[in-house]
């Protein structure tokens, strides 16, 4: 099992910048996929990026590709979303989550405690 935890998440004005960081616990977490999902209020949760085992392959939401990048850190059992050019469509609670196999649109078994990120126009 792994357990995630997220933080970074925060106000900031349109166009701004926020760096999400998930840190997991566990000694395998080079052997997860990683993902970030989020949900808006009244909407249903949805994908946003995931990156491979080994970081070699990423995967992006079309709303969010070229303005946000996945990352990790398998020394530091860590996960990133970097965020840049945000847009008031971006505010959401932001959920990393962890899978053995590809992450997908459901993502896997494990979740994060979420964190708000909140863009204001």
């Not at 960081?21 to 946003?48: D, H, I, L, N």
Request: hydrophobic share 30%.
């Amino acid at each position: 099992q792994v357990q995630l935890v997220e933080s970074g998440g925060g106000l900031v004005q349109a166009g701004g910048s926020l760096r999400l960081s998930c840190a997991a616990s566990g000694r395998t977490f080079s052997s997860y996929y990683m993902g970030w999902f989020r949900q808006a209020p009244g909407k249903e949760r949805e994908f946003v990026a995931a990156i491979s085992w080994s970081g070699g392959s990423t995967y992006y939401a079309d709303s969010v590709k070229g303005r946000f990048t996945i990352s990790r850190d398998n020394v530091k059992n860590s996960v990133y979303l970097q965020m840049n050019s945000l847009k008031p469509e971006d505010t959401a609670v932001y959920y990393c989550n962890a899978n053995r196999e590809s992450i997908g649109t459901m993502g896997g078994p494990y979740w994060g405690q979420g964190t708000q990120v909140t863009v204001s126009s």
